[in-house]
């Protein structure tokens, strides 16, 4: 009996550690992989400034529309001045701009944003100076995209879904009723070339413009995504992503990709046909920063053009009407080894 007072006790202490060992363990190890990947100089304060941010840009059901900058693109007049210009002049997405996260990658970006915008997260990598435009597929880009998409893995396990947009897109009109927020899709993305079928693997993805739902599947495939970048060094994250799609390791998982319709969706690869559908214009298949504030001045001052006219006349001429851009971009294409991106 003497015993079985001491074992009651014993058995109550080892049942009270696996608890905290399973509740609290896994919480402990998330916060410490979060504040990892925020970098070595992060800390609690940082892992919880960007869970404000993105808690005071988030729309009712948690979702976001992160774009990134760097010093290059941030200048005055530049690329990030016409992104926030299109969201003013389009229909329907003046009301959007308070759901935008800008992410600066470097202190001077940082700061113009703040000057320009009211939801700004610095994203801080030790020992790497993203200030300057990159050359394409230099090493600092490479490194610039890939810290990207960890970045963004972090939004979705913070349980935020983002559109994700590159700051050389024109937001037109409000593109959220084209994606899929109850349906069996967690990826919604632009294509560079569209085929015709939303669901064709087929599509040539751009992931300059993506609708991503923050569930398990979502998460664990952006994980998946970035460990490929070892798999496959010196690729970019787009090429990894038409490589990947198809493996197995996501096939099983049960992932659905819908790809968007160009003609809604376009670029100066291939750019929208019809004014009245069209949702964003992207400046993918050009280079260089001059090229793209060119040429997407010119699709702003296209769009102001058409909206200006009466609503029976835009109906007739907007399925006929024909872009300026590309012009510039146009004409660079064929430098493209012998110039720079973001």
């Not at 915008?117 to 600092?140: I, N, Q, W």
């Not at 260089?288 to 001429?317: C, M, Q, S, Y």
Request: aromatic fraction near 14%; proline fraction near 4%; hydrophobic fraction near 40%.
């Amino acid at each position: 009996m003497a015993e079985l007072k001491w074992f009651k006790p014993l058995l109550f202490f080892a049942l009270l550690f696996v608890i905290c060992f399973v509740f609290y363990l896994p919480a402990n190890l998330m916060m410490r992989t979060t504040l990892q990947f925020l970098g070595p100089q992060s800390n609690g304060d940082q892992c919880n400034e960007l869970a404000t941010v993105l808690k005071r840009a988030s729309m009712v059901n948690k979702t976001v529309i992160i774009t990134t900058m760097n010093k290059a693109w941030a200048a005055p007049g530049s690329v990030i001045d016409l992104f926030l210009e299109s969201f003013r002049i389009g229909e329907g997405t003046k009301v959007l701009l308070n759901h935008i996260v800008i992410v600066a990658v470097d202190h001077k970006a940082f700061n113009r944003c703040k000057s320009i915008h009211p939801h700004c997260y610095y994203l801080v990598t030790p020992g790497v100076d993203f200030a300057d435009e990159k050359r394409f597929m230099s090493e600092d880009y490479l490194k610039l995209i890939w810290r990207r998409i960890d970045f963004l893995r972090t939004v979705l396990e913070l349980g935020y879904n983002f559109a994700f947009t590159d700051a050389d897109v024109m937001w037109l009109r409000d593109p959220f009723p084209h994606f899929h927020f109850t349906a069996e899709t967690e990826i919604t993305i632009a294509c560079d070339y569209y085929k015709g079928n939303p669901t064709d693997k087929n599509n040539k993805a751009n992931g300059g413009f993506i609708f991503v739902k923050s569930n398990l599947k979502s998460i664990g495939f952006y994980k998946y995504w970035y460990k490929s970048r070892v798999w496959y060094p010196n690729s970019h994250d787009q090429s990894v992503f038409e490589m990947i799609k198809n493996d197995k390791n996501v096939t099983t998982t049960g992932l659905q990709i819908r790809y968007l319709d160009t003609n809604c969706f376009g670029g100066f690869c291939q750019p929208s046909k019809d004014m009245n559908k069209v949702c964003t214009m992207h400046a993918n298949c050009c280079v260089g920063i001059e090229n793209k504030v060119h040429d997407l001045r010119l699709v702003l001052e296209d769009w102001k053009n058409f909206i200006a006219l009466p609503t029976e006349k835009r109906r007739l001429v907007g399925s006929s009407s024909l872009w300026r851009a590309p012009r510039e971009c146009k004409i660079r294409r064929k430098v493209l080894s012998r110039t720079t991106l973001l």
